[in-house]
């Protein structure tokens, strides 16, 4: 099944906009980007998903790549609660989601 | 209030016996699923179920059992054949084959071994 890549950690600055970025060279043509994040102790949640084009929703944007071989989540200003695990999926008709790691990302007031 | 319930938050087992998670949902959803969560690490797939008596192995099956007898629920055991059972146990629901609509998650069951 597809697979995706993503920095371990990342750290930003309270109210600066965060650019967390995937890889997903794998990707098939019908494979939808999601994004959820999840923060300690708590279950996932989700952030975003798109196709081929950029999408905005009131928790962030997603910004995916003309060959749809990579795409990032942008944060437009950070805060506190915004520290998390992120993470990048594709979502494969018929199947369950596929959790990697995710990136951590700290934010620093 | 439509949503994913866990139950209990936190669970203690002694070694050998089983023990079933609650996960009840009222989204109407077909699919559900259980993950495993260690310290550090991301989601692994124990089961899924993607319609009523019906269900499938994920990649970490081995000493866990579910039953779909009901859309609304989709209880997991973990049973003594499970070596290292303690971790974070999340369900997850959502529409059967939508690539297009997200998963709702639950709060997740913390299960420790004494």
């Known amino acids: 099944d597809a697979k995706t890549t993503q920095p371990n950690s990342m750290e930003s600055n309270e109210e600066e906009p965060v650019h967390l970025p995937c890889n997903h060279s794998t990707i098939s043509g019908t494979d939808y980007i999601h994004w959820y994040r999840q923060l300690p102790s708590q279950g996932p949640e989700y952030v975003i998903h798109g196709l081929t084009s950029n999408v905005n929703n009131r928790m962030a944007s997603l910004a995916i790549a003309e060959d749809r071989k990579s795409s990032t989540l942008i944060l437009h200003r950070a805060t506190l609660r915004d520290a998390a695990v992120y993470y990048c999926?594709?979502?494969?008709?018929?199947?369950?989601?596929?959790f990697g790691k995710g990136t951590s990302l700290l934010v620093t007031p | 209030d439509g949503g994913i319930t866990q139950s209990p938050k936190y669970l203690f087992r002694k070694e050998g016996q089983n023990v079933t998670l609650s996960c009840e949902q009222n989204?109407?959803?077909?699919?559900m699923y259980w993950y495993r969560q260690d310290p550090g690490q991301g989601l692994r797939l124990i089961y899924y179920s993607q319609i009523v008596n019906d269900f499938q192995k994920g990649d970490i099956a081995e000493g866990y059992s579910v039953s779909r007898e009901k859309k609304e629920s989709f209880p997991l055991t973990v049973t003594s054949a499970q070596k290292n059972p303690t971790a974070f146990y999340l369900c997850?629901?959502?529409?059967?084959?939508?690539?297009?609509?997200?998963?709702?998650f639950g709060q997740g069951t913390r299960l420790t071994v004494v």
């Open positions: 999926i594709l979502r494969e008709s018929g199947y369950a989601l596929n």
């Open positions: 997850a629901s959502s529409i059967r084959d939508s690539m297009n609509t997200e998963a709702f």
């Open positions: 989204l109407n959803h077909d699919a």
